[in-house]
């Protein structure tokens, strides 16, 4: 094999590597039963950009503790799993009683294809799995206290404090017409998305053995990210179109949802998210860790055009 | 304070313990956003049997290692997380796309209070906080590895291939008007309720640090037990009222779902609860272990009346 050179080739190895992991890590029948096996694989292998886990395989590499193949190894279940919760967290948000989504990717919607009740119950399952997978793998008795850790972190981001929470933020704001302030707007996208990706840099430094000082940088690096992808996200909502979204353009505007181009405009947002970008770099540097990799990620989340 | 001498006594005694620990562990605003802790904590205080949690207390006492206050102890976190776990699952049960239930514990279900879209949010955060729990107490390094054992336990019972995949054969029945055979009943009413409550009674072993060969005879008894209560809950909306139940009675047959009275007649339903009940309490005795609270909670659980 030829040596990975460009940041393209690299992400296109980590994803492919990702996506192997996936179908491997999710229970298949008889032990799983069908019905909601083939709902959890439908959206677990719609795409998306893998940005989470294929995080989560960089930060471990970065850390430097081991090689970056072995740090990929030991990093590659929580990677997994996070994708899992990342892939939960959409089928329920696309849910008619949430966002009311028909499309995802290009693609129905996992309710438009299962009904709404098998839809809950894969987004329940992936969930759930997610948890077996970071407690059994990899199976190794030394890396008990790094998967406890792990867990916690990624349990605490996606959960009712973070991920859920953001969720709940904005469901109750839509329903009740309420308006965001610009703290609560950040406060609402930190939960929503940021806990999520912050803690799949903090899982990937964690199971690769980094000490706290490395963990610390890189929940800096993955706070700052998170809140890039963000601001990203609704510039992309006001400028992008469906077909290349794969989702419903300008849906958020039609909502009448706050978004970071309706408080500062499109150019005033497009700055802050390159800020972001340089501070989430800056974090790493400063703790005297190679940005490599995760600057790569970086610099690919803030010129993404879907 | 007096000693606890009754079955029901020592029930009251755990129950008290197990509610204090529910709201104890479970997060608060304002680090958890209002909207989603008020439907958290609304399911989580409507009551109900508290059978899991009891059940994993009662089990660490059971294996004998430690003291009783000491076991139950190191058991608590898991039990409450488990009551989180079942809670979430009632939530989810009762969603309009699922069972569709407007009454549960004799109160209003969770989305006729909070709407469909928190309910669903309530439930999924009441999941993800389970993990953090039994990830994060008791805090103590030197117990890591039964921690990570009772994390796959629980997220294996809970998953896809143990309570959600049952919901979803449930589910796929109704939709599609099939009609189980004796064996199929079984496996999905194995998955649905009893996979939970076997991993309740292997929880409370576990964090007592029970040797493999009592978590074996303990999960034995655990699966008896919890095919025991679902034959009862079949037989109990057969002969039960609305008032009674907490629930609409009637609700399976009108329902056209399988259940044991239908397949198997009441009588015989009935006889083989209590087989599973002695089922229960050999395999504890096989394993030369003292039955005591666990066989009292057997008892209970197949001549409750709600």
């Not at 996506?19 to 032990?31: A, F, H, I, S």
């Not at 996606?158 to 302030?181: E, I, N, P, R, Y």
């Not at 199971?207 to 992808?229: P, S, W």
């Not at 790493?284 to 989340?301: K, Q, S, Y």
Request: include cysteine; glycine fraction near 10%.
């Amino acid at each position: 094999m030829s040596p990975v050179f460009t940041v393209s080739d690299y992400l296109n190895a980590r994803r492919a590597q990702v996506d192997e992991g996936l179908l491997r890590y999710l229970p298949t029948p008889p032990q799983c039963p069908a019905p909601v096996y083939d709902a959890m694989r439908y959206s677990l292998v719609a795409g998306g950009k893998r940005l989470r886990p294929v995080l989560v395989l960089a930060a471990a590499e970065t850390v430097g503790i081991e090689s970056p193949e072995r740090a990929r190894e030991l990093a590659l279940p929580a990677a997994c799993a996070i994708e899992f919760i990342h892939t939960y967290s959409l089928i329920h948000d696309d849910l008619p009683s949430m966002d009311d989504d028909s499309l995802r990717r290009g693609q129905p919607t996992n309710h438009m294809v299962y009904g709404e009740g098998m839809a809950i119950l894969a987004g329940d399952g992936l969930l759930t799995e997610a948890f077996s997978l970071l407690a059994r793998e990899p199976q190794d008795p030394l890396l008990a206290e790094r998967k406890l850790k792990t867990i916690q972190q990624v349990a605490t981001a996606a959960g009712a404090m973070g991920m859920v929470g953001g969720q709940a933020l904005d469901l109750d704001a839509v329903g009740a017409a309420k308006t965001f302030d610009r703290h609560s707007l950040s406060d609402m996208h930190a939960r929503k998305t940021g806990a999520l990706i912050q803690a799949a840099a903090a899982a990937g430094a964690l199971m690769a053995g980094a000490d706290d000082e490395a963990v610390a940088a890189i929940e800096t690096y993955g706070r700052h990210l998170g809140l890039a992808f963000q601001i990203i996200d609704d510039v992309l909502d006001v400028e992008g179109e469906a077909g290349r979204l794969g989702k419903t353009a300008g849906k958020d505007a039609k909502a009448d949802k706050p978004t970071y181009p309706a408080i500062y405009g499109l150019d005033e947002s497009k700055r802050m998210a390159a800020e972001r970008m340089d501070r989430a770099v800056g974090a790493l540097t400063g703790a005297g860790l190679e940005p490599g990799r995760l600057a790569d990620i970086a610099a690919w989340v803030v010129r993404r055009t879907n």
